[in-house]
């Protein structure tokens, strides 16, 4: 006999909520649920832990395992996995997990990466990467708040950065560590030790311990790396 799917999506939150250790508050919401939608509905209202706690981890294992039967109530709710409607609305909330496929996001959606992937944003979307090896692509006027893995940003998109990162269009970066290869950019912010290659420092402000580093060098570091 076939379990319920509702019933499969509840036992792998109540799973993640013991491994997480979750608050009272959310384990409770969490076992009064009595549909999908309801799942949904705690899911957003604790999404910092959702994405940022090792609920994660147990998401991120289990979950694409039975979207395929639970999909057309989650995406109802607004949530999706791995995929993204073409004129998404600000409340569609993307979860990107390890796929090999890109994952691109569109409209004014929220893309929060939990597995190691590829990312392309369009339009207004956001992505956010705490911690993962993924790369992002941000093009149009997206924003990405990347913290881990690698970024290329291009068109007019924005970007909040402590990781590798290139830059090449009309773009904001602000980067608060790691590094920024700066091929063409409107504006960039540097803190912390955040090292900027660059063929100028035009509209380039340094705080803390950042620094400018001839674009030159970068390449030929890279030239030298490919050789190897």
């Not at 999908?36 to 940022?52: G, H, K």
């Not at 909330?93 to 959606?109: A, D, E, M, Q, R």
């Amino acid at each position: 006999m076939e379990r319920d799917p509702f019933d499969m999506l509840k036992d792998l939150c109540i799973e993640a909520c013991h491994e997480r250790k979750a608050c009272a508050e959310g384990y409770k919401q969490m076992v009064k649920s009595g549909n999908i939608s309801q799942i949904m509905a705690t899911w957003r209202a604790n999404w910092e832990d959702l994405v940022d706690s090792k609920y994660a981890d147990i998401i991120r294992t289990q979950l694409p395992k039975i979207y395929p039967i639970i999909k057309a109530d989650m995406n109802a709710a607004g949530i999706y996995l791995n995929e993204c409607p073409r004129s998404a609305q600000e409340f569609v909330l993307v979860i990107v997990t390890g796929t090999k496929n890109v994952v691109k996001v569109f409209g004014y959606s929220n893309a929060y990466i939990l597995g190691e992937c590829k990312v392309s944003a369009y339009d207004h979307s956001q992505v956010y990467n705490s911690k993962h090896n993924a790369l992002v692509t941000l093009y149009d006027y997206s924003y990405g708040k990347i913290f881990a893995g690698k970024v290329v940003a291009l068109g007019h998109s924005n970007l909040s950065c402590m990781c590798e990162a290139i830059v090449d269009g009309p773009v904001k970066c602000m980067a608060y560590g790691g590094t920024v290869v700066a091929r063409k950019y409107r504006k960039i912010e540097a803190y912390i030790d955040a090292v900027v290659y660059s063929q100028s420092n035009f509209n380039i402000t340094l705080c803390n311990d950042a620094k400018i580093v001839n674009l030159k060098e970068y390449e030929q570091q890279t030239d030298y790396t490919c050789q190897q």
